[in-house]
């Protein structure tokens, strides 16, 4: 991540579909560690408040599950940064599982235009 480099293996070339969810999932790895801290908290707000969250995939649907059983702070934190990627990735797929009001939050973020990579 500090080198702002992401190697894929080239396997995943012959399966499309996953392998652009996967590229847009890592992206906006970047984006969040440049995000900010006012827009993470937003993010963690608005997480904080789904009591059965919709997740858009496996990432971050392991970590919600680590943070249920452990509760920890280190935990939600993991939760909030794979939520926001798996979210993003998913806004790329016309399948997409994500809820309307995270949807509604990624649109405001890019009418904002604060999407840093
Ligand atoms: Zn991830």
Known sequence: MDRREIV???????????????????????V???????????????LGGEKRPT??????????EAWRESGGERHWSAYLCEAFCDSAAALTSPNS??????RRW???????RKLPV
């Not at 293996?9 to 790895?29: Q, R, T, W």
């Not at 990624?106 to 904002?112: I, S, V």
């Open 8 to 30: 894929f293996d080239a396997d995943l070339l012959s399966h499309a579909p996953d392998f652009v969810n996967i590229v847009a999932h890592e992206i906006y790895h970047f």
């Open 106 to 112: 990624f649109g405001r973020l890019m009418k904002k």
């Open 97 to 102: 599982r994500i809820s309307p009001h995270r």
């Open 55 to 64: 997740h858009a995939g496996l990432s971050s649907q392991l970590r919600y």
């Open 32 to 46: 969040w560690r440049r995000l900010g801290n006012r827009e993470r908290k937003d993010w963690s707000l608005l």
